[in-house]
């Protein structure tokens, strides 16, 4: 077998996605310069501040059928789990269209469920198997994730999505109430029925574990350079460089998109307009919790996800639709507090301010809640690694793996064709 052409690779932000792509690049020989104008997992990626979800499960888009006539209440009410804000909405409204129509029939959500059962699938085992790379095996815990609702009606208002997720080989435990009150004895007792995902685990700290992978890609001997990319300088279909916002240009022949929310300026440089729109969320995060749940749960009442981790108790979710500019509205975040606080009715309430942190992130979303992964279409040596929406921690590892062997010239161990930046390029109707 011919060798690989081992090349200088310009991985673009230390997300996860790109801590993943650098480690799994450095493993195949290949040489790398990391560009992240802040820190290596630090609160300005969505990887820092996430829910932590190692969910395997997550297979479906958060479009569902249906959507579209919810959407007036979402703007009548700023502070439900799915905001829009007025102002935004003209520059907003052609990807909510494509997002409203990706999630709009069984068969769709189907298509996707099975284009990203693979890419997530065993994401907790590879999860551990880097986090141990890394010198932080505490960070990954693979004891699976509940779901918890009101009563079993809650859970089979979602039959669609569970019916889905078992026919790609999904499968979990159903709790009734009196399990559920042994298993989780400080949740509030509203909360009558549970499902646990075995296969799934958890990351106790997503901010520590990305900077432990981009330390440890530095280790291997990746260069890592504080500056932002800004564009590609090619000849023919070839990259020869990746200009940077110092105003040099660092020489590399071949690059990786993966600046999360940030991605589509770049992509569309190399041919490939890409909707890419900021699903903004929250957290927030209690110091020093006297109760909390043994698990981690998502809530289905409240439409958030608490994880007790390694810094405190996080709740994490909500999903508003402003832009990547516009101020926070923090009130989103108090929405949070106040429902962690009624979950776990022993938790002191109000709780004391000075254990309270919060944060706004912003999630990478494409329409059909899956990202784009593949070559670009100007340059085979620029791949896009970006747009990983709800799912970009879990799909990290295999991310990266991807990568990887596109730039080693090897088939990628899973079929990317459903990522295909193109796929946008036809006409929403
Ligand atoms: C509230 C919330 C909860 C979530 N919960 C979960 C969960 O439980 N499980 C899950 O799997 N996912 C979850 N997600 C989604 C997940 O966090 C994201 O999909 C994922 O972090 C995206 O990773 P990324 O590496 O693509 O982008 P990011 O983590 O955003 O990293 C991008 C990096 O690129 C850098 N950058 C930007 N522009 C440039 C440039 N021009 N040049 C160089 N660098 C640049 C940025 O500084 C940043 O560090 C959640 C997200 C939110 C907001």
Redesign the pocket.
Known sequence: MPEPMLRHVAV???????AASAVELLRAGHRVTV????E?G?P????????????SH?VLPPSAPGLWRQVPGFLRDPLGPLALRWRYLPKAAPWLLRYIAAGSSEERLRRIAHSLRPLLKDSPVLHASLAREAGVPELIEHKGLMNAWHSRAGFEAEGMGWRLRREVGISWTEIEERALRAAEPDLDPAYRFAVLTEEAGRCLSPGRYIAALAAHAVREGAALRKV???GFRLEGRSLTGVALSDGTVLDCDAAVI?????SAP?AAGLGDRVPLETE????VMLRGAERGPRHSISLGAAKM?VNPMADGLRA???VEIAGLEGAPNWRRAEVLRDHLLRAFPGLPNPFPEDRITTWL????STPDGMPCLGPSSRCPEVIHA?G????????GPRTGRVVAQLLSGRAPEIDIAPFSPTRFRKPLL
């Open positions: 673009i932000g230390a997300g996860i996605e790109g560009l992240e104008p802040g290596p630090g300005q990626a969505a990887s820092f501040g996430n829910a932590g979800w190692l969910s997550s932002a990319a800004t993966c600046c999360g929310a940030r770049l903004r969320g929250y957290h996800i994490a979710g909500q992130g912003h999630r990478p970006f990983h929406g709800h799912v970009g921690l879990v799909a």
